[in-house]
Every structure is written in C-alpha cells, then in structure tokens.
C-alpha cells in the first residue's frame, strides 16, 4: 500500500492538473469571498459568512474531487497498466488503499488551497474599505477550521468514495456524471424543502453538502451569535455529517472489500471476445464511391442520426433523463404552493415549474454529452480509423452539434408532454398549447442552443474533458457572477443568455416582453454560432497536435465557404447587436446596479436643505387619466385645490420631484392659479423641478394647480415596466409628481460609502412636534376630496378608488368617472384590463348597503367566495368593534403576477393573480390565506386610511400591526383559536428567522421603522397574545376609543406607537401590565419547554397526570446580544391534549383534555393533574402566542 500511496501522491503532485484544482479552488473562494457582503450588522467575515461562502465552493468542487478521485483506477484500465499492477504481489486491498488515500490527500491540499482563497479575499474585501460591502472583524483562524474539518474534508470524502466506487465497479465517465448530478438534486430537494415548515427536518437527511443543515440551526440566531458562534458541531448539523460521513465511509468499504482484480479484468476482455465472436466474414461487395455534395448530405444525415442516437440510447442519458422527470415532478407538486397550500395546474404555473424544474439539469445533460461528443472516439480509440474515413470536417463536426440540437428538441418537447400529462391526471383540461410551444421553444429553447454551441467551441478548442466542462460552467455562471458583482452591469448584451425581464400572466399573457426576449436571444444564438464556426477551424481531426499546429491548421480551414459563413453570421450579429443596444441604450437606459445608489446621494447633497421645508398641501384633488393599452402609455392631469398650513411661512417655491419610474415621463405643464409656470431650475437626472410662484401662498391661503404628465414607453427595455401593460395597467398615485423633497438612502453602509452621514433612525422621534402633523403616507396632505375621469381601450374596464358616477364611451375609447364619498388620504390607484366582473352585498350595522366586487380575470372564478367572504368579515368585525364603514362600495382588483402582493388603498384593493386566484384551497394543508389576506387589506381601510399614523418613529405599526391583529381576530371568529395554531407558528418561524436579515438593528415595537417581521409577525403575535390575556372586548373597546381620537386627522395630529401603546396600557389590569411593556418596549425570547411527563390510570378511571415544565425569559439587545435573564413569575398557559382531531373545515385542530394559565416561576415548574380521558402530550404555551426561541420542545408525549 505504501508503494502505491507514494506513487500516487508522486504522479499528482507532479502533475500541472492538480494545481491547476489547488488555484481554481482557491481563486473561486478568494472572489465570492473578495465580493461577499453584508446588509446587516452582521460582519462580511464573520464565522457564519465564511461557512456560507465555503458551502457552496465544496458544491462547486465536486468537478475537482471528480477530476481526482474518480481517475486513479480508471486511469490504471484506460492506460492498460492494470494488468502489469495486478500480475505484483499486491493485495486488492492495498491497491485501493493506496489509491484512495491518495487520491484523498490530493483532494485536502485542494481544499486547504480553497479555505487559503477564502482567506485571501476576505482579507482584499476589509482591505478595499467597502463601506456599502459591510463592516469587517479581526481575523480568526478558527473560523476556518471548523468548515475545512465538517464541511470541506467531510464532503470531500463523501463525493470522493462515491465517485472512486463508481469507477472502481463500472469503469465509465459518465457514471461519474450521475452521481455528482444526484448528489446536486439531493441539494437542490432539500432546499425546496425549506420552505416548508413540517418537512424542514427530511432536508436534514437529503443534504449531503452540510449547507442546508447549518441553515436549520442558525435559522433563529441573531445578529450578534451571527457574529461570534462557530459552526455549531451539535444537533441536526452533526447529525447531517455524520450521516453523510458515514456514507462515505460506507461506500469506500464496499469499495474495499468487493473490489478483485478479476471482476476489474473481466469485463474488458469479454467485450474483446465479444467484438471478435460479433466479426463474420462476409463476402466483399462493389462500394460505389461519390464525393459530391449529394453524398456529402448523405454522410451528415447518417453521422448525425448516430450521433443523435449514440446520445439517446446511452443508458445514463436515460438514467438522467428520468431523474430530470422526476425533479420537474417534484418541483410542479411542492413549487406550485403559497403557505403550503397548492395553486390549480394553470398553464402557466405548470410550464414554469416543469421547465424550471428539467431547465437546469438540461443544461448539465447538453453540457456532458457536448464533451463526450467531441472526445467519445478518442476515449474509445476509434478516432484512428474514424477520423481518417473519406469524410469532410465538416460532416464530422456539425453532425455532433446536430445531435446535441436534436437533443435539446427532445428535452424541450418533453417539458410540454410532462405538463400535458401533469394536467390530465390532476383533472385540467385546458391545455393552451399555445402558450406551452411559446414559453419552451421560443423562450428556453435558445438557452440551450446557446449552451450547446458555447459547450461544444470550448471543449474543441481546450481538448480536455474535465479542464472543458470546469470552463464551461466558469463562462456559464462565473462570468455572469463577475458581471454583476464586479462591474455592477445589469447589460443584458454582456451577460451569457442575458434577457430582458419578463413573466407570464393569465390577464396580460406574455405581454410586450416576448418582443425583448426573443431580440437578446438571437443576439447570443449568433455570438455563440461565431464560436462554432471559429471551433470548426481548431477540430481535432486524427492524433493530437500541439496548439500551435492546431493555429496552422486553422489558417487552412478558413476558406472561402468558412469565410462567407463566418461573415453573414458576424453581419447578422452585429445587426441584431445594434438593434438590441439601441433599444437598451438610445430609446432607454442600463443603469448600474448601484446607479440609483449614487443618484440618491448627490440628490441628498444638493437638496437637503429642502427636507422639512414648508410646502403646499392638497385639499382637493380631480385626477384625469387616459390609458392606452396598446401604445403602453399615459396622460394625466391632476386638477389640484392646495393650500399653505405652516401658519410662521410663507411659500414662494413650488418643489416637484417626479416618482412615476418611466424614464420617458415628461412634466408637460405646470398652471398655477391659471398661469403657466416654467422651471427656474430642473434636475432631469434625479427628475427634481423648481418653480417661482407669481404669487407667495400665505398661511391658510388657497390656490389652484393644474399638472399635466405624460409617460410612454420606447422599445424594449432592460425594466420589468409593469405600470402600463396590454391588458393589467396598474398605476398609483405617483404618476403625479410630489410637492416635497425627502431622503432616499437608509443603508449607512451605502451612506458612508458616499460621504454622508450616520442614519440612526429613518424617521423624526414620537415627541417631534412638526413631524406629528404629518402623516407617514404622503405628506403632501392630510384628508382630501377625491374624484378621477378615467379613459382606456373600449373593451377594458377602468377601476380608481370611489363611487362610480358615470361611465360611457367615446371615440371607441371607455370612460369612467369615480368620486369617493369620504375624505382620504393622498393615496389613489388606478387599474385597468378586461375583467369579469364577480358582485355580492354586504348589510352594515346601520342597514347601509355596501356593493362588493371583484374585477377578475375570466379564468379565476373558482376563489371568488372566498375572496367575498374575507371583505364580509372584515366588513363586520371592523364596522362592530371600531366604526362603521363610511362608504358605499369595496372593490377587489385583480393585476398581472409581476409581483405578488395586495395593497389596500380606499374602497379598492388590488390583488396580484398569484395570491389566491388559482390556489386549490380544497387541497389546502392549512388556512385559507385568500380569506387571511382579504382580511388583512379589507382593515386597512380603518387602520392606514381612518387612522393614518403620523411620520415618527415606530408609528407604522398602527397601520400594519393592527391590521394584522384584525386578520387574526376574523381567523380566529372562522377557524376558532384552536385552528390558527399553524398560522401563528408560521407568523413565529417568520419573525426569528428574519431577525438576522435586517439592515438596521433589531428595534423594539414601539420603535420599529423597517422590518415585516417586526409589524406583521411580531407585532401581531403580541397583540394577539394581549387580547387572549385580557380580553378581546376590552381590546378592541380600547382600539375604538383610539380611533375614535383620531381618525380623519381630527386633532390635528396624527397618533403615534406611544399613543397606541398607552391606549391598550390603560385597560390592561395592573398585574398584567408587564406584558405590555415586554412586547411594545423590549425584545424578549422566551425558553419554554416540557421537561417530563407521565400519566397514570386512577382506580376511579380518571388519570393522573405529572408533567413539569422549564420556563425562561431573556431580554435582549438591538443586536441580539442577552441583557438579562427574568426572575420573576409569568402567566403562561399549559395543557394536557388527547389525539389532534379535524373540523368541518378540514383542519387539523388540537384536542385539549385540559387548558389553563399558570403564574410559572423561572425554572422548572410541576403540575398535577386530573383528567377523564387518556392524554397523550403534555405542553407549555401549546398555541405558539408567546415568541419561543425553540417552540418545538414546548410539547411532550406523555409516558406511562
């Protein structure tokens, strides 16, 4: 063994290859390390970043430990030296001891020369003094350690054993393939299993690179732990390596002792026997012998259906392409979910998440068999008589990309049959082939002539498999990445199958993007066509040549024909190129990514002073607004009453700052009581305009101002552009520009970066007298008088807030008048598109009559009663417990999926297609979150437009936190408090995961600027657990006084957190007070779980119960850093639950055989208890209201 340990360790290290690995490793963790960043508190180079960025250089090394540990008895068969090694006295144990270890060795130096890279760029990136990168710690070598052993070494191992077993029993490369592509697909499921809550533990076991496990146990840490903790050699993680470790172990084993050297022999001399017992003499026949074009035809046709078939019929070509079936599956069935509910299999979902699903492993497919194309005869030794028959170059070359060409047809047409089928058997019928051919062959088709043609140039031109594929996967994701990351380029035309946005939509189809997508595509179809008509020139043909002959051979090849074809094809690529930048970058723009960055800071430079400076207030506003569909363009005048309420200053300045993000948006005219006005200063790149007033507006004076704006779209753009669509417009209230100026950067990294100053909160304090009288919305206006004349295409319907007046057409265009019959907020919409119209009624207390529709697209109808009933009990619960609402209407607006979310604005919520329209609630797991979200947005129509908070600090949580809360309570009304245990888990796992990605420190609730997870998740939960606590009365009786305070702006002031926070502390009895403060004014954890149960049957058939439960609370920092431990009692509630049981609603409910609350001391706490039925788990805060680090352990089976 140690003979062949020695020579192994001789060969490699002699070898250029494998520092060729040892740089590569290290040059890859060097960039990703060199170009890591931190938008938190959280060090660029903490321990936790570096164990981010060596996972996924251990998943990018599988190509090295393949290179190096899948060769070595492979190369003993290829070489044919295997024969002279086994004819020694050598054990078949020592050959492969040898061999391995060896081979294992070579592996570590490639990782030590990966963890060095690390080192390396880290060290550049707190060298560069990137502030907009993050802020840097000292170096520590023992953040390093850890992830070589746990990560790197382990996985090293693991992929090693696997592909040497491999080899050393089949003795094939592309077996090789399969493995690392299923080791890949193992990462990639339990990734996609994440997501969801009840299946995150199966993730633990499917990942064999370590990554997703380390995710599992850091998922709750803070900031702070982020910073200091180690990689955690404990729990699910350990469990995760030493399951994989073992596989390793495992494989190399069997390896071990199943490995002879008869087996290793065998199979290459049958195949001789097999080849010889196969040759029949036969009689020589007449061959006639043409070499014109005809035959020339000929010769490609049969190469290629070779070729073709060589691929088809390769057995691990089929292994692949079944996994690949299988994936696409997977990622239909557990992709096509929205909180763990299933959308219906529409057309365009399924041909998403099947050709998203096949995409990637496509690519891998077309990239292996580009290399094994190009070096099948080689490594079979049939190039010699094969290279030398009466065929042109030509023949030999393209008949091989017309096999992969023709794979990538098959692989195309495979993602419409996979849909069709997935459609027939979950029962839908409506196929739209229509839309299926589009998305696959003229969307992701030209993806994979592009691989093809880049695969197949560059392993001719490097002429070395492994070398071959590590470049090509370089150029495919590396280039990109150094794009991006280095130069800050979004440029389509300069990133490898670069394109334009775009998405597929049930209301607006593909839209204008197919017209885009299709221009780049063709342009990087011809740049990669120039590759293969330069790779024809440097074809191998016959025995190996140096580079150099290779060049003289090239300058040969470039006759005439190659001359010509080379020149249409760069002709028709340069005409495209032109065509495509002149849309990109003459019609529109490509800005950098951190353009925006820099614009928001000279901005900040130049207008700072105009921050808080008195301007005009809308009273009134009548808004016109035409859209025209087709052109995708807009024209609006807003018709403006305003008026000066800063009574100390007079203004003399009107500031407009345009907010419409079309950069062909124009500011067309300006009237001011009649009187054009004309810019005395215009800043066309940040879009700001200053006027002169002929006449100074004095305090409590009025004016009228008329604005008129324009905005059109010009070609294709590198933007989404989504305000203007065929059919879908959606526009808001920024097509109009703003009368004041405010700060856009909040980032302090960014901030620094550009030399200004240190942001520690984004808003003016709670005691801020002026920033109280304005509200955090808009605050060009307190409460207005509304109305919009809306125009769009003849057969599209027009939505803006308010009651509909009148509607009519006109020069085969329709029109719309809406006038809203209270006062609002400055904060309007407008949609338009062809909808169906879905329409219910809703009685208020008073037996006012309130119309309900949904605007929705002909296809999603089947969700509309669950749509209706959320805006019923929203309608009810908030009209009985708060104020009635004040108007006679409430719309639903269904728009296009280019983003996902609903926004309440007054009377009228639009809603994406993606969120409910075509979920499957009959299948649903848990609640239904159409009726949650409709909740949700139906109270905001009192919590943000009744009661608009005030612009401080912490004030938004009166909008969002109470409108969550009110969804609570209408879930708790439909489901029963037992039924959102899931909900409220959810809101839980959402909360502390997200702790660790906010930019700013964590701030209480009472303080929050930024942050869902602290407004919705938290702030939710809080009030939630408070009403529980109190009552659910008293709550809201507290909430009605509130709004009662101050809605419409009627003190004059808009509230504040701290005007809530006293509001509920004023009804909440004293001895529970506490709990008020610990969630509006500190970040508290609390650490609950069941130590011990046990449960015994009494002589009178009760039971008896004696379980014990540990309590502990922890207050925390801003950065997650402990204060201190309580040490006083808490009212937590503890159950006894007998077997979980389903309601009419089918969902899964607890069974409590007994509930209470309990003042718990600090520590552990033990109850006895009684109970007519058998429990089977004991629990602690069984409901998840209290926010619990760990709420898994907060239940307990009972034992005997």
Same mark, same amino acid.
């Given at each position: 063994m140690?003979?062949?340990?020695?020579?192994?360790?001789?060969?490699?290290?002699?070898?250029?290859?494998?520092?060729?690995?040892?740089?590569?490793?290290?040059?890859?963790a060097?960039?990703?390390?060199?170009?890591?960043?931190?938008?938190?508190?959280?060090?660029?180079?903490?321990?936790?970043?570096?164990?981010? @960025?060596?996972?996924?250089?251990?998943?990018?090394?599988?190509?090295?430990?393949?290179?190096?540990?899948?060769?070595?008895?492979?190369?003993?068969?290829?070489?044919?030296?295997?024969?002279?090694?086994?004819?020694?006295?050598?054990?078949?144990?020592?050959?492969?001891?040898?061999?391995?270890?060896?081979?294992?060795?070579?592996?570590?130096?490639?990782?030590v020369?990966?963890?060095?890279?690390?080192?390396?760029?880290?060290?550049?990136?707190?060298?560069?003094?990137?502030?907009?990168?993050?802020?840097?710690?000292?170096?520590?070598?023992?953040?390093?350690?850890?992830?070589?052993?746990?990560?790197?070494?382990?996985?090293?191992?693991?992929?090693?054993?696997?592909?040497?077993?491999?080899?050393?029993?089949?003795?094939?490369?592309?077996?090789?393939?399969?493995?690392?592509?299923?080791?890949?697909?193992?990462?990639?499921i339990?990734?996609?299993l994440?997501?969801?809550?009840?299946?995150?533990?199966?993730?633990?076991?499917?990942?064999?690179?370590?990554?997703?496990?380390?995710?599992?146990?850091?998922?709750?840490?803070?900031?702070?732990?982020?910073?200091?903790?180690?990689?955690?050699?404990?729990?699910?993680?350990?469990?995760?390596?030493?399951?994989?470790?073992?596989?390793?172990?495992?494989?190399?084993?069997?390896?071990?002792?199943?490995?002879?050297?008869?087996?290793?022999?065998?199979?290459?001399?049958?195949?001789?026997q097999?080849?010889?017992?196969?040759i029949?003499?036969?009689?020589?026949?007449?061959?006639?012998?043409?070499?014109?074009?005809?035959?020339?035809?000929?010769?490609?046709?049969?190469?290629?259906?070779?070729?073709?078939?060589?691929?088809?019929?390769?057995?691990?070509?089929?292994?692949?392409?079944?996994?690949?079936i299988?994936?696409?599956?997977?990622?239909?069935?557990?992709?096509?979910?929205t909180?763990?509910?299933?959308?219906?299999?529409?057309?365009?979902?399924?041909?998403?998440?099947?050709?998203?699903?096949?995409?990637?492993l496509?690519?891998?497919?077309? @990239?292996?068999?580009?290399?094994?194309?190009?070096?099948?005869?080689r490594?079979?030794?049939?190039?010699?008589?094969?290279?030398?028959?009466?065929?042109?170059?030509?023949?030999?070359?393209?008949?091989?990309?017309?096999?992969l060409?023709?794979?990538?047809?098959?692989?195309?047409?495979?993602?419409i049959?996979?849909?069709?089928l997935?459609?027939?058997?979950?029962?839908?019928?409506?196929?739209?082939?229509?839309?299926?051919?589009?998305?696959?062959?003229?969307?992701?088709?030209?993806?994979?002539?592009?691989?093809?043609?880049?695969?197949?140039f560059?392993?001719?031109?490097?002429?070395?498999?492994?070398?071959?594929?590590f470049?090509?996967?370089?150029?495919?994701?590396?280039l990109?990445?150094?794009?991006?990351?280095?130069?800050?380029?979004?440029?389509?035309?300069?990133?490898?199958?670069?394109?334009t946005?775009?998405?597929?939509?049930?209301?607006n189809?593909?839209?204008?993007?197919? @017209?885009?997508?299709?221009?780049?595509?063709?342009?990087? @179809?011809?740049a990669?066509?120039?590759?293969?008509?330069?790779?024809?020139?440097?074809?191998?043909?016959?025995?190996?040549?140096?580079?150099?002959?290779?060049?003289?051979?090239?300058?040969?090849?470039?006759?005439?024909?190659?001359?010509?074809?080379?020149s249409?094809?760069?002709?028709l690529?340069?005409?495209?190129?032109?065509?495509?930048?002149y849309?990109?970058?003459?019609?529109?723009?490509?800005?950098?990514?951190?353009?925006?960055?820099?614009?928001?800071?000279?901005?900040?430079?130049?207008?700072?002073?105009?921050?808080?400076?008195?301007?005009?207030?809308?009273?009134?506003?009548?808004?016109?607004?035409?859209?025209?569909?087709?052109?995708?363009?807009?024209?609006?005048?807003?018709?403006?009453?305003?008026?000066?309420?800063?009574?100390?200053?007079?203004?003399?300045?009107?500031?407009?700052?345009?907010?419409?993000?079309?950069?062909?948006?124009?500011?067309?005219?300006?009237?001011?009581?009649?009187k054009?006005?004309?810019?005395?200063?215009?800043?066309?790149?940040?879009?700001?305009?200053?006027?002169?007033?002929?006449?100074a507006?004095?305090?409590?004076?009025?004016?009228?101002?008329?604005?008129?704006?324009?905005?059109?779209?010009?070609?294709?753009?590198?933007?989404?552009?989504?305000?203007?669509?065929?059919?879908?417009?959606?526009?808001?209230?920024?097509?109009?520009?703003?009368?004041?100026?405010?700060?856009?950067?909040?980032?302090?990294?960014?901030?620094?970066?550009?030399?200004?100053?240190?942001?520690?909160?984004?808003?003016?304090?709670?005691?801020?007298?002026?920033?109280?009288?304005?509200?955090?919305?808009?605050?060009?206006?307190?409460?207005?008088?509304?109305?919009?004349?809306?125009?769009?295409?003849?057969?599209?319907?027009?939505?803006?807030?308010?009651?509909?007046?009148?509607?009519?057409?006109?020069?085969?265009?329709?029109?719309?008048?809406?006038?809203l019959?209270?006062?609002?907020?400055?904060?309007?919409?407008?949609?338009?598109?062809?909808?169906?119209?879905?329409?219910?009624?809703?009685?208020?207390?008073?037996?006012?009559?309130?119309?309900?529709?949904?605007?929705?697209?002909?296809?999603?109808?089947?969700?509309?009663?669950?749509?209706?009933?959320?805006?019923?009990v929203?309608?009810?619960?908030?009209?009985?417990?708060?104020?009635e609402?004040p108007?006679?209407?409430?719309?639903?607006?269904?728009?296009?999926?280019?983003?996902?979310?609903?926004?309440?604005?007054?009377?009228?919520?639009?809603?994406?297609?993606?969120?409910?329209?075509?979920?499957?609630?009959?299948?649903?797991?848990?609640?239904?979150?159409?009726?949650?979200?409709?909740?949700?947005?139906?109270?905001?129509?009192?919590?943000?437009?009744?009661?608009?908070?005030?612009?401080?600090?912490?004030?938004?949580?009166?909008?969002?936190?109470?409108?969550?809360?009110?969804?609570?309570?209408?879930?708790?009304?439909?489901?029963?408090?037992?039924?959102?245990?899931?909900?409220?888990?959810?809101?839980?796992?959402?909360?502390?995961?997200?702790?660790?990605?906010?930019?700013?420190?964590?701030?209480?609730?009472?303080?929050?600027?930024?942050?869902?997870?602290?407004?919705?998740?938290?702030?939710?939960?809080?009030?939630?657990?408070?009403?529980?606590?109190?009552?659910?009365?008293?709550?809201?009786?507290?909430?009605?006084?509130?709004?009662?305070?101050?809605?419409?702006?009627?003190?004059?002031?808009?509230?504040?957190?701290?005007?809530?926070?006293?509001?509920?502390?004023?009804?909440?009895?004293?001895?529970?007070?506490?709990?008020?403060?610990?969630?509006?004014?500190?970040?508290?954890?609390?650490e609950?779980?069941?130590?011990?149960?046990?449960?015994?049957?009494?002589?009178?058939?009760?039971?008896e119960?004696t379980?014990?439960?540990?309590?502990?609370?922890?207050?925390?920092?801003?950065?997650?850093?402990?204060?201190?431990?309580?040490?006083?009692?808490?009212?937590?509630?503890?159950?006894?639950?007998?077997e979980?049981?389903?309601?009419?609603?089918?969902?899964?409910?607890?069974?409590?055989?007994?509930?209470?609350?309990?003042?718990?001391?600090?520590?552990?706490?033990?109850?006895?208890?009684?109970?007519?039925?058998?429990?089977?788990?004991?629990?602690?805060?069984?409901?998840?209201?209290?926010?619990?680090?760990?709420?898994?352990?907060?239940?307990?089976?009972?034992?005997?």
């Amino acid at each position: 063994m140690k003979e062949i340990l020695n020579f192994e360790l001789q060969y490699r290290l002699g070898r250029p290859a494998t520092w060729i690995y040892f740089s590569l490793g290290a040059l890859i963790a060097a960039l990703l390390a060199a170009f890591e960043q931190s938008a938190t508190a959280e060090f660029v180079n903490s321990p936790n970043n570096i164990t981010g @960025v060596l996972v996924p250089v251990s998943v990018i090394a599988i190509f090295f430990y393949a290179a190096i540990m899948g060769v070595p008895v492979y190369r003993d068969a290829e070489h044919k030296t295997a024969e002279t090694y086994f004819t020694f006295p050598i054990k078949p144990t020592s050959y492969i001891w040898g061999r391995f270890l060896g081979s294992y060795l070579i592996a570590s130096l490639v990782n030590v020369g990966i963890v060095f890279g690390a080192v390396i760029g880290f060290g550049i990136g707190a060298f560069l003094e990137r502030p907009d990168f993050g802020s840097y710690t000292a170096f520590h070598f023992s953040s390093y350690v850890l992830p070589f052993i746990f990560i790197l070494q382990i996985n090293a191992l693991l992929i090693g054993s696997l592909f040497f077993s491999l080899m050393a029993f089949f003795k094939k490369m592309p077996i090789i393939y399969l493995g690392g592509i299923v080791l890949f697909l193992l990462y990639s499921i339990s990734g996609e299993l994440l997501s969801n809550l009840d299946n995150q533990w199966l993730s633990i076991y499917l990942d064999p690179f370590g990554g997703r496990a380390f995710s599992l146990v850091k998922k709750y840490w803070s900031i702070n732990e982020l910073n200091t903790n180690s990689l955690p050699i404990y729990g699910k993680f350990l469990i995760n390596r030493m399951l994989w470790l073992s596989a390793g172990i495992v494989l190399f084993l069997i390896t071990l002792f199943r490995f002879n050297y008869q087996t290793f022999l065998k199979s290459a001399k049958q195949k001789k026997q097999k080849l010889s017992s196969a040759i029949v003499p036969k009689a020589v026949t007449n061959i006639s012998q043409y070499f014109n074009k005809k035959s020339e035809r000929q010769n490609l046709l049969s190469l290629s259906k070779i070729e073709t078939l060589s691929i088809l019929k390769d057995p691990v070509f089929l292994i692949l392409l079944i996994i690949g079936i299988i994936v696409a599956l997977f990622t239909v069935y557990k992709g096509n979910e929205t909180y763990g509910t299933p959308n219906l299999p529409l057309t365009r979902y399924v041909v998403m998440y099947i050709s998203g699903g096949l995409s990637l492993l496509s690519i891998i497919i077309l @990239v292996i068999y580009s290399g094994e194309a190009v070096h099948r005869t080689r490594k079979n030794k049939t190039f010699v008589f094969y290279d030398a028959l009466p065929i042109s170059d030509g023949s030999l070359y393209f008949s091989k990309i017309i096999a992969l060409l023709s794979t990538a047809v098959l692989l195309t047409t495979i993602n419409i049959v996979i849909a069709v089928l997935y459609q027939t058997i979950n029962g839908y019928f409506t196929y739209e082939l229509g839309m299926q051919f589009v998305y696959n062959f003229v969307l992701i088709f030209p993806g994979f002539v592009m691989t093809v043609l880049l695969a197949f140039f560059i392993h001719v031109l490097v002429n070395n498999k492994f070398l071959g594929h590590f470049v090509v996967i370089a150029l495919y994701i590396g280039l990109p990445l150094l794009v991006t990351l280095a130069f800050k380029s979004t440029n389509p035309m300069l990133i490898f199958t670069g394109a334009t946005p775009f998405f597929i939509s049930d209301l607006n189809g593909f839209g204008h993007y197919l @017209v885009g997508v299709s221009w780049l595509n063709l342009y990087w @179809v011809l740049a990669t066509t120039i590759l293969m008509i330069v790779g024809k020139l440097f074809w191998t043909r016959g025995f190996h040549a140096s580079f150099k002959e290779r060049m003289v051979l090239a300058k040969k090849r470039f006759t005439a024909p190659t001359i010509m074809m080379f020149s249409v094809t760069l002709l028709l690529f340069v005409a495209v190129a032109g065509y495509s930048y002149y849309n990109l970058k003459v019609l529109n723009t490509i800005n950098s990514s951190t353009y925006g960055d820099k614009t928001g800071a000279d901005a900040e430079k130049k207008y700072t002073k105009y921050i808080g400076q008195a301007h005009p207030i809308v009273t009134d506003l009548k808004a016109y607004i035409d859209i025209y569909p087709e052109e995708r363009g807009v024209m609006a005048r807003g018709e403006y009453t305003i008026t000066n309420t800063d009574q100390t200053k007079v203004i003399d300045t009107l500031l407009l700052e345009m907010q419409y993000p079309n950069m062909h948006t124009k500011l067309k005219k300006v009237l001011y009581n009649g009187k054009e006005l004309l810019p005395v200063y215009s800043d066309s790149v940040y879009r700001l305009f200053l006027y002169k007033l002929p006449e100074a507006l004095l305090p409590s004076a009025t004016a009228k101002l008329i604005l008129e704006v324009s905005a059109e779209t010009k070609g294709f753009a590198n933007e989404m552009e989504t305000q203007v669509l065929h059919n879908g417009s959606f526009l808001n209230n920024q097509i109009f520009p703003r009368f004041h100026y405010d700060r856009s950067l909040v980032d302090n990294g960014v901030r620094r970066k550009h030399g200004l100053e240190k942001l520690d909160y984004l808003l003016p304090p709670r005691s801020d007298s002026a920033a109280i009288k304005k509200n955090l919305f808009n605050e060009d206006a307190d409460y207005i008088n509304f109305e919009a004349i809306v125009s769009t295409a003849a057969d599209q319907i027009a939505i803006a807030p308010g009651k509909l007046h009148r509607q009519w057409t006109e020069k085969d265009r329709a029109y719309y008048h809406y006038k809203l019959e209270s006062e609002t907020d400055l904060f309007f919409n407008v949609v338009s598109a062809s909808y169906d119209i879905e329409r219910a009624e809703w009685i208020a207390p008073s037996g006012k009559k309130v119309a309900i529709e949904i605007y929705h697209s002909p296809k999603h109808k089947k969700n509309l009663k669950h749509f209706i009933e959320g805006a019923k009990v929203a309608l009810q619960y908030c009209s009985e417990n708060f104020m009635e609402y004040p108007n006679s209407v409430l719309r639903i607006v269904e728009f296009p999926a280019h983003s996902v979310f609903a926004q309440s604005f007054a009377t009228t919520i639009p809603y994406s297609e993606d969120f409910g329209f075509a979920a499957d609630f009959d299948r649903a797991e848990d609640f239904n979150y159409a009726f949650r979200v409709t909740t949700h947005e139906v109270a905001h129509q009192w919590w943000g437009h009744l009661v608009t908070p005030s612009k401080t600090s912490g004030a938004n949580i009166i909008s969002e936190t109470l409108a969550e809360y009110t969804s609570l309570m209408t879930m708790k009304q439909k489901y029963g408090e037992n039924g959102i245990k899931n909900f409220l888990k959810y809101s839980l796992d959402d909360y502390l995961r997200s702790r660790s990605f906010s930019f700013k420190p964590e701030r209480t609730l009472l303080n929050v600027e930024t942050g869902q997870h602290i407004w919705y998740r938290k702030g939710s939960m809080i009030m939630y657990h408070l009403q529980d606590v109190i009552g659910e009365k008293r709550m809201n009786d507290a909430l009605k006084k509130f709004t009662d305070e101050f809605k419409y702006y009627r003190k004059g002031v808009y509230p504040t957190s701290q005007d809530l926070y006293t509001a509920i502390r004023t009804i909440t009895p004293d001895s529970l007070k506490y709990l008020v403060d610990d969630g509006f004014n500190e970040i508290v954890l609390y650490e609950n779980r069941v130590t011990s149960a046990k449960t015994e049957k009494l002589p009178n058939a009760f039971y008896e119960t004696t379980f014990t439960v540990d309590s502990k609370k922890i207050y925390y920092n801003d950065s997650g850093k402990e204060k201190y431990v309580d040490s006083t009692a808490n009212y937590i509630e503890i159950g006894l639950f007998g077997e979980d049981i389903k309601d009419t609603l089918d969902v899964t409910l607890k069974n409590p055989y007994y509930l209470e609350r309990k003042w718990l001391q600090p520590g552990e706490n033990t109850f006895v208890v009684k109970t007519k039925e058998k429990p089977l788990r004991a629990g602690i805060d069984p409901y998840n209201k209290l926010i619990d680090r760990d709420s898994e352990d907060n239940l307990q089976s009972i034992e005997e």
